[in-house]
């Protein structure tokens, strides 16, 4: 064969990575193994930020949560069945809170898997993965790839976000095609999360609706902060004159210090409305399912606005429903709005605004006192100060006790900012999330987590030492889940709900070469994360809280089932 005449040739190994590129996806995060090894390293090779953790839920979780952030699709690639269940937890966990995700999992030979014959990791993970998820696909061909990439991406943020899970056996990484033809397969998605235009006949009831009210109230969701709008949002906000109340990851999208937040009168808003509007926020157990005690004796009219039309009236009668793109909808009710709009009546907005100021000035003697072993109240002022301070920093949060009560103290800033459990409550999520974050955002994280919180994914400090991330742990070390102080009357195993007592996570951090602090009082708290911030170094700092202080699931008791036989 003459010079030059021999075919370019491609494989399924590049023709992902191509795919991936070609779409702007530049992380992945996985965990290695076969079959998907060579593909990392390859990946890793053509220039895409290849994170490798230490299990894939914490990889999972970083997936989600950097979807979340960027509203790209966040890559989660993992090994066949054990790796692939692993992943598929935050899988499901992004589904649930609307996050765009691609679990890529290479899995088993096709043939032997479907004949049951024992093959290497045996699993039929597509027919598992497909009621966890929005939308599975598996690629067979190498020429399908682009297609199979397309269709994820697209499934993934179009409409209501969720996760996609897309199957790669092994036998597609090796299989060969002419490059031209590899190349021409592939597809750029174009236009991959269309707008959705509300009708106007939607804009103008809702509208309507709320200018009827007399104790009008918004209510925006992580939903909200996700569509990335921020401007559009706080000049509807502010235009409205309208009391909004934050869900937990909706924080700092207008400042926790607006005169407008009603997040420390919460019950007070919940209960006395009479016109509330959701944005980007579902009537879900977080809100009580829209009725009940927690909302009161006043009748209540429901406006909603979000990108799925089946949320509609899924707990309570929604009287004017908006279904569209958050910031096509926003818009439009601004423009609608014009220059005329009559703010909400005086004695509802100084009602809210007393009520918020009452709970602001009760909380904050508490969050002064120095005591040591520290209160949560007294670790968590010096944590408030802290993001005061750095209100770019991303606040990973997860605990019961340290999750509840971090929400309410530490005031947020600006959008985006706040990452938690989410929908699920899930314990877990901390350090993967923060990976992500600071990995996605440039910016520092504070991770503030529980002691049994942090145990979930405490493997992977680590990784952020590997990576060299400015990530500042505070492990709030009640010793237990709850409360360090239950005891086992009945033999001598220690009580169902504590640790080691005094366990010093720190030196965890010190393993792998980063930053370990005890810290037994606020004033030594507030030094060493301050120090973390500062310097950008990996940081965990075992905060000593008292094993007395913390109650029962945190501020999520009453969901507990009660015994009737046990005594009291
Ligand atoms: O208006 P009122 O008067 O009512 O007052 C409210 C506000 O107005 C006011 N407020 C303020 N006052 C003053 N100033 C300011 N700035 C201010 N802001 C607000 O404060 C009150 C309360 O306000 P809030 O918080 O907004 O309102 P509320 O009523 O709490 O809101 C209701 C909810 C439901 C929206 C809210 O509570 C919420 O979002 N909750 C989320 C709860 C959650 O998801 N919890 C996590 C799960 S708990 C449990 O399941 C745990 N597990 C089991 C487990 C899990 N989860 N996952 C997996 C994979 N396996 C197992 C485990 C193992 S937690 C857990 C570990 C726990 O132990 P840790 O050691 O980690 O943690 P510690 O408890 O610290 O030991
Ligand atoms: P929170 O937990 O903060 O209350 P949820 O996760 O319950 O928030 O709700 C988020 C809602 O936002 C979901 O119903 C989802 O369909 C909706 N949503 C997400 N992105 C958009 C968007 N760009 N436009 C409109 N709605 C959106
Ligand atoms: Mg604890």
């Not at 070609?22 to 992380?27: A, H, K, Q, Y």
């Not at 692939?84 to 999992?105: D, K, R």
């Not at 990995?439 to 942090?454: K, N, Q, Y």
Request: with cysteine; hydrophobic share 40%; glycine share 10%.
């Amino acid at each position: 064969e003459a010079p030059g005449t021999e075919q370019e040739l491609t494989d399924g190994f590049h023709l992902v990575i191509d795919a991936l590129k070609l779409n702007g996806i530049n992380t992945i995060y996985n965990v290695p193994g076969i079959p998907i090894t060579d593909l990392g390293r390859m990946a890793q090779a053509a220039g895409i930020r290849v994170i490798s953790f230490r299990h894939e839920q914490n990889a999972g979780y970083a997936a989600g949560i950097a979807g979340y952030l960027t509203k790209k699709p966040g890559v989660c690639l993992t090994v066949s069945a054990p790796g692939f269940l692993n992943g598929l937890t935050a899988l499901a966990h992004a589904t649930t809170n609307c996050y765009p995700m691609i679990l890529v999992s290479g899995s088993s030979e096709r043939e032997i898997v479907d004949l049951q014959q024992g093959d290497y990791e045996e699993m039929d993970q597509l027919a598992i993965a497909k009621p966890l998820c929005k939308a599975a696909y598996r690629v067979l061909h190498a020429q399908d790839i682009g297609i199979g990439f397309a269709r994820a991406i697209r499934a993934a943020v179009s409409g209501r976000p969720g996760g996609v899970y897309l199957d790669l056996p092994a036998k597609l990484f090796g299989q060969v095609m002419n490059a031209e033809a590899g190349q021409k397969s592939l597809v750029k998605v174009i236009d991959a999360a269309p707008a959705q235009i509300p009708s106007p006949a939607s804009v103008k009831r809702a509208l309507d609706v709320l200018k009827s009210a007399k104790r009008p109230l918004i209510i925006l969701g992580k939903g909200a902060a996700y569509a990335q709008v921020d401007e559009e949002i706080k000049t509807f906000v502010e235009k409205s004159g309208v009391p909004f109340l934050p869900m937990s990851m909706a924080k700092g999208l207008l400042p926790d210090t607006h005169p407008q937040c009603a997040g420390a009168a919460r019950s007070t808003v919940l209960k006395d409305s009479d016109v509330v509007m959701l944005i980007g926020a579902r009537l879900n157990w977080l809100l009580s399912h829209g009725k009940g005690k927690s909302w009161g004796e006043t009748p209540k009219k429901f406006i909603q606005v979000d990108i799925e039309p089946k949320e509609m009236d899924s707990n309570v009668e929604i009287v004017a429903p908006v279904v569209g793109d958050i910031g096509s909808v926003v818009s439009a009710f601004n423009q609608a709005m014009g220059t005329g709009w009559t703010a909400p009546p005086a004695d509802w907005t100084k009602a809210v605004s007393t009520k918020r100021e009452e709970n602001v000035a009760k909380m904050a003697p508490k969050l002064m006192n120095n005591k040591s072993p520290m209160d949560y109240h007294g670790a968590l002022g010096v944590l408030k100060n802290v993001i005061k301070e750095y209100p770019e920093a991303i606040l990973v949060n997860e605990g019961a006790n340290t999750l509840d009560l971090a929400r309410g103290v530490i005031d947020m800033y600006k959008p985006r900012k706040r990452l938690d459990v989410g929908t699920w409550g899930v314990m877990g999520i901390g350090m993967g999330q923060a990976i992500a974050a600071t990995l996605e955002t440039g910016h520092p994280v504070l991770a503030v987590e529980g002691d049994s919180a942090f145990g979930f994914s405490g493997m992977e400090v680590e990784t952020i030492c590997r990576y060299n991330l400015p990530i500042c742990v505070v492990i709030f070390n009640n010793d237990g889940i709850y409360r360090g102080t239950d005891v086992n009357g009945a033999n001598d195993d220690p009580a169902t709900t504590v640790f080691v007592k005094g366990a010093r996570y720190d030196k965890m951090m010190e393993a792998f070469g980063g930053v370990g602090v005890n810290a037994t009082s606020p004033d030594e708290l507030k030094r060493a994360v301050n120090e973390a911030m500062k310097s950008g170094k990996p940081t965990l700092i075992n905060a000593v809280i008292d094993p007395a202080a913390g109650s029962e699931s945190g501020r999520i008791g009453n969901l507990n089932p009660q015994s009737v036989l046990q005594k009291k």
